[in-house]
């Protein structure tokens, strides 16, 4: 039983990074979150090396459509060989996420 355990635990364990994500990112000037605002992460980290905007989908009289919303995604990096991939929903930092290329 105690071996079982050992077993279930150890599963667990290595699995762990799979599910967890990055919530934040460490920049000269401070660290950034999930939540921040654009503003906040351009004080902290400084301007991303790229920068795209989706603008929301539009009709032909430029009424939004779908109650969608503006999408950017920023790229930092590379930083000791990693990039960071931040997406901002609305206004808001949504997700960062990091990875080697």
């Known amino acids: 039983m105690q071996y079982r355990n050992i077993l279930l635990l ?27 605002t654009p503003f906040e992460v351009i004080k902290k980290c400084g301007e991303p090396v790229n920068r795209e905007v989706l603008d929301p ?5 430029g009424n939004i459509l779908n109650n969608a919303v503006p999408v950017e995604n920023w ?11 931040l997406r901002f929903v609305n206004g808001t930092l949504e997700t960062i996420d990091s990875r080697r290329l």
């Open 10 to 36: 150890s599963g667990l364990l290595l699995f762990y990074p799979l599910l967890a994500h990055p919530l934040s990112m460490r920049c000269e000037q401070g660290i950034i979150s999930e939540g921040d």
């Open 75 to 85: 790229v930092y990096g590379p930083n000791h060989g990693m990039y960071y991939f």
């Open 57 to 61: 989908l539009v009709d032909r009289y």
